[in-house]
């Protein structure tokens, strides 16, 4: 992870970037850690928009420039993590709940590298994880379940927290679903099912990133 995350820094942050969007999860934290270096020794000029409240803590933490999507609508490049990426770079994200947010920093950014090491690097999906995390609200949890396990088969567990009573909330205010699907039924073409996925009304956000990520660094 630390490997990861620093090289994903060294590589793809230069002189000229002004804006770093910041992903969320336990490898990021490596990646945030460079990036303080390289500000401090290199003086660079950077500004970090968060996709979480995690990923907003670790920014003031070691001292870089907070900003968001209003003062910097465009990003240059974003560094996140991910649950599981195939070799056609198609990711599951939403581990940690935050896929909602991530999503909409990685798709205004010119660049969009993931950390994959080599525990979450495989050919298909489903090799390294097994569900997709589902952003749904919470007065459509049930019927939004039901739908998805009659359209695309598999089943829908409601994510429940373990340090509150109750399920997850994420930091939109959402409930997770996380969507088992039913790996024996053969090969998916994830962008048809996250397009299916998102023409449910109540479904916010899903954790399939599709055609969106440019690099990855293992």
């Known amino acids: ?3 990861a995350g620093r090289a994903a820094v060294d590589n793809h942050v230069t002189g000229q970037t002004r804006v770093v969007g910041v992903g969320s999860g336990s490898t990021i934290v490596y990646a945030v850690k460079r990036l303080a270096e390289r500000v401090k020794e290199e003086g660079l000029q950077i500004r970090c928009i968060p996709t979480s409240f995690q ?3 670790l920014i003031h933490s070691h001292g870089l420039v907070l900003s968001d999507l209003e003062s910097d609508p465009r990003i240059d490049v974003t560094i ?3 649950d599981e990426a195939d070799s056609r770079l198609t990711l599951i994200k ?3 709940g935050c896929q909602t947010q991530e999503k909409v920093v990685a798709a205004y950014s010119d660049q969009f590298v993931v950390i994959a090491d080599y525990r979450k690097d495989s050919t298909t999906l489903g090799q390294a994880w097994d569900y ?3 952003e749904v609200l919470a007065l459509a949890y049930k019927p939004v379940m039901a739908r998805v396990e009659k359209e695309l088969g598999g089943h829908c567990k409601v994510r429940m927290a373990k340090a509150k009573a109750g399920p997850v909330v994420t930091d939109n205010g959402g409930m997770l679903v996380d969507w088992y699907w039913d790996r024996e039924a053969g090969a998916r073409d994830w962008g ?3 397009s299916l996925l998102h023409a449910m009304p109540g479904l916010l956000e899903t954790g ?3 055609d969106m990520a440019d690099r990855k660094s293992v």
């Open 55 to 57: 990923a907003r803590q």
């Open 192 to 194: 048809e099912v996250d």
């Open 1 to 3: 992870k630390s490997l």
């Open 208 to 210: 399939l990133f599709v």
């Open 94 to 96: 939403g581990g940690g």
């Open 132 to 134: 997709v995390p589902l």
């Open 80 to 82: 996140d993590g991910c």
